[in-house]
């Protein structure tokens, strides 16, 4: 009669630990073991620590949200930029997961829900563990912002080049839009041709750069200008438009954009350099600049309520008039580039947050000048700025537009792309990608237009100046004293009885992951893993599994029916109690009577090594166990 003692974790001469799989290993013997002939084994005693499950179903949802809290019991979300995006744990029916399982289902879903591109991919959820590495207590949340520091500009770098990434914008002829002047590496960019009929000189020639998103935080997209003089162009900004040429939101007969431009060009921040009147003779070229803001309609009615019809139109801002911070403000019109007195060369675009500038550069070396804009939104009246930032525009991808790809002497005409300052969209091995993961393009793909409507014409998105109603002021997000995004971040769990943010009573998350009875968790707290947030309580955990003894490398004659095979089980570990944390953490079994099984060894057998797993009913490796595993097998002449 022989114990032998097989454990995953064993210490070798040294003292140090030596571990393999609590659910599969594998102990050698220095000295072999013979096994008389005719002879049977049964487990002696097994200790295990079990994780447990967590059940969850399709209808665990929450909200992600970035940007400006509401404060105390207010309930409008009207008062910020921001609003909530939906996201789930991505199932189909109901599921038992283990915890570090459904850490990472969070954490993919807490990634689906970040929509702000600077902070795309660097969510992180954990399974949060006593200092043993057992005994779960719940989750640690992180998610992380870069910094200006971290900027990629892929444009500076050795070998990038803007090939698949320009888009027409209107259903027009594949021989006409937007093109590459000459090499790819180059980035400069023309219109495509003289064209015939309606796309006569190219008219329709826009294309969005939709790789990469300019980055928030200190973004930089500047366009040289110089070789598009003599002909119409604009540089902007703009969000995805894959679903249709421009945003349904846009009212397109609507706006102030010059002649021509009108029925095809949509950005929410676009400088415009064009003649007057389209092609009018004698007209000169002036620079004027642009928005999609509502103006002058509906914000006119002092009882009006909006009912997802308001739209946005391109309207200008007069940043030459009294008041204005801009370089030009001493004049009494817009910029006159047909003589181009200051010598403009070059547009800059900077995002700051939710503050967009645009600098001109004048000189050579270019020396930048502010176009319009402000440092500090106070210091100046919001209709001489551009709107802020929403949820609508946090993916911002540059537009460019060239009318003529020549003049009428026959000299070429183009823009060049000098940098572009963004972020990797893959991180982590998520990809952001264009026209699907922002929270515009989201709602539009799930028919959500009303959501839409409703972020981008909140009061205080009012630009009109003959309005009954005064209109909110609204001060931006900037960038905090850490050089990131002055964003708080939270995660909606439970509906409030104002159901604040949401609108609706859709969460089902907080007990799941922690917080019962909370409705807005603020990731303001440091833990291991960052700025982030804890667990509150310990999720409920559940074990309804059977779990067996297997010894692989012995002529052990059981069988598992469920398998239709043969089969080395040795034992079966009692049943866990459902529902309980009694059938989870550091568990022990001893049976008072032991079941036998014999070797079928009509010889004698030299054991030098015995290996071991633990698996559930249809044999599968029992993936939920943790640390330390002890079976205990006890050897004998068979009786």
């Known amino acids: 009669m022989s114990l032998v003692i097989c454990s995953n974790q064993v210490e070798d001469q040294s003292g140090n630990s030596q571990a393999q799989s609590p659910f599969s290993w594998s102990n050698h013997l220095d000295t072999p073991f013979t096994i008389p002939p005719n002879s049977e084994v049964a487990v002696q005693s097994c200790k295990i620590n079990k994780d447990g499950s967590i059940s969850a179903s399709p209808s665990n949802r929450w909200y992600m949200y970035v940007g400006s809290l509401l404060g105390g019991t207010d309930t409008d979300y009207d008062l910020v930029s921001s609003a909530p995006f939906l996201t789930d744990l991505d199932l189909s029916s109901i599921g038992d997961f283990t915890t570090d399982e459904m850490a990472q289902r969070i954490q993919d879903g807490l990634n689906r829900g970040m929509a702000c591109p600077d902070m795309w991919g660097q969510g992180k959820v954990v399974a949060n563990r006593g200092t043993d590495g057992l005994d779960f207590s719940g989750f640690e949340f992180q998610t992380n912002c870069s910094t200006s520091a971290s900027l990629l500009n892929p444009l500076l770098n050795t070998g990038f080049t803007i090939d698949n990434y320009i888009r027409r914008l209107h259903d027009i002829p594949e021989s006409f839009g937007l093109v590459h002047k000459g090499a790819k590496a180059n980035r400069e960019f023309t219109a495509f041709g003289k064209g015939e009929g309606q796309y006569k000189k190219g008219t329709m020639n826009v294309g969005i750069l939709k790789d990469l998103p300019i980055a928030l935080n200190h973004g930089e997209f500047i366009v040289d200008i110089t070789n598009a003089s003599s002909s119409s162009y604009g540089v902007g900004l703009t969000r995805s438009c894959d679903l249709d040429e421009h945003p349904e939101v846009y009212n397109q007969y609507g706006n102030k954009l010059p002649e021509g431009q009108k029925g095809f ?101 270019a020396r930048w000048e502010l176009l319009i804009g402000s440092e500090l939104d106070t210091i100046i009246p919001k209709e001489l700025q551009f709107k802020p930032i929403t949820e609508s525009t946090r993916a911002l991808y540059p537009l460019l537009y060239v009318r003529d790809s020549e003049d009428s002497t026959g000299v070429k005409k183009w823009l060049k792309v000098d940098q572009l300052s963004a972020y990797d969209t893959k991180v982590n091995g998520r990809t952001f990608e264009y026209g699907v993961n922002d929270w515009y393009s989201s709602n539009m793909r799930n028919g959500k237009l009303i959501l839409v409507r409703d972020a981008d014409t909140r009061p205080f998105l009012n630009y009109s100046t003959t309005a009954t109603t005064t209109p909110p002021t609204y001060i931006k997000l900037g960038i905090n004293g850490s050089d990131v995004l002055d964003n708080a971040t939270a995660m909606i769990v439970k509906p409030s009885a104002q159901y604040r943010y949401t609108g609706k009573p859709v969460p089902m998350a907080s007990s799941l992951f922690g917080f019962p009875n909370v409705v807005e968790v603020v990731f303001n707290v440091n833990n291991a893993l960052g700025l982030g947030v804890v667990s509150t309580t310990t999720p409920a955990l559940k074990t309804s599994t059977s779990l067996f003894v297997r010894l692989n490398n012995f002529n052990i004659g059981s069988y598992n029916a469920g398998k239709s095979n043969k089969s080395s089980i040795l034992y079966t570990i009692p049943r866990f109690a459902s529902g309980t944390n009694e059938s989870v953490g550091g568990l022990f079994f001893e049976s008072p009577e032991r079941v036998y099984l014999t070797l079928n060894n009509p010889n004698e057998i030299t054991a030098q090594s015995f290996n071991i797993d633990i698996v559930n009913a249809d044999e599968t490796m029992a993936r939920d166990l943790m640390g330390k595993s002890v079976v205990v097998l006890h050897f004998r002449k068979a009786r």
């Open 265 to 365: 060009l949509y950005a929410d921040f676009y400088i415009s350099i064009n003649q007057d009147t389209e092609r009018g003779a004698g007209q000169q070229r002036k620079l004027r600049v642009f928005h999609g803001v509502g103006k002058d309609r509906d914000w006119d009615n002092p009882g009006y309520v909006r009912q997802g019809q308001s739209t946005l139109s391109m309207e200008e801002i007069e940043y030459w008039t009294t008041g204005s911070t801009s370089f030009f403000s001493d004049l009494t019109a817009p910029y006159n580039m047909s003589l181009n007195a200051s010598d403009v060369k070059k547009i800059k675009f900077i995002v700051k947050n939710e503050n967009v500038l645009v600098y001109v550069g004048t000189g050579d070396p």
